[in-house]
């Protein structure tokens, strides 16, 4: 995959391109099909296209490139509409509906994230009893989700 690039406007972008931006602590993830079509999934909406400006939604707008064949994007786009998934945050949100057309399937790299921190926290708050294992995993989910700013699945 390559660099991640800013962009301003659909002409800038690529079949398979994809696509965050800003969502409070979080980013927002999308797929460019083509002709100002952007597949993503949102809690009101589930999987569904929209245009460059309504994935903008006024905030800035990355992009890297997949490296995936036009026709495969496109397939595998067309299969997601066909049936489109509703959003769930923890088992089917925006970075698994992309993550599906690309191949990858059941991953999102910013839960991971948060999990991972999580799962430390709650380790070292195990040794020092069972509340102290629940509230070290909250500390450290609050410390993942703190982390993602840092955007290292952009990469």
């Not at 995959?1 to 999308?30: C, P, T, W, Y």
């Not at 245009?51 to 905030?59: E, I, L, Q, R, T």
């Not at 959003?87 to 191949?103: A, D, F, I, K």
């Not at 909250?138 to 699945?153: C, D, H, N, T, V």
Request: charged share 20%.
């Amino acid at each position: 995959m390559s660099e991640l690039k800013a962009v301003q406007h659909h002409q800038q972008l690529n079949i398979g391109d994809i696509l965050f931006r800003r969502k409070s602590m979080v980013m927002h993830v999308g797929i460019y099909l083509g002709e100002d079509r952007i597949l993503h999934n949102t809690p009101k909406s589930g999987e569904h296209e929209v245009s460059f400006d309504v994935f903008a939604a006024g905030k800035d707008v990355f992009a890297k490139t997949s490296g995936l064949p036009n026709e495969v994007v496109l397939t595998r786009a067309a299969d997601i509409l066909a049936n489109p998934g509703k959003y769930q945050l923890l088992n089917y949100n925006c970075e698994h509906t992309t993550n599906r057309v690309l191949g990858y399937h059941g991953f999102s790299a910013q839960l991971s994230e948060i999990e991972i921190w999580a799962l430390i926290g709650g380790a070292f708050g195990k040794s020092f009893g069972r509340k102290s294992m629940y509230l070290g995993g909250f500390i450290g989910a609050l410390g993942g989700l703190l982390s993602l700013p840092r955007m290292w699945w952009t990469r």
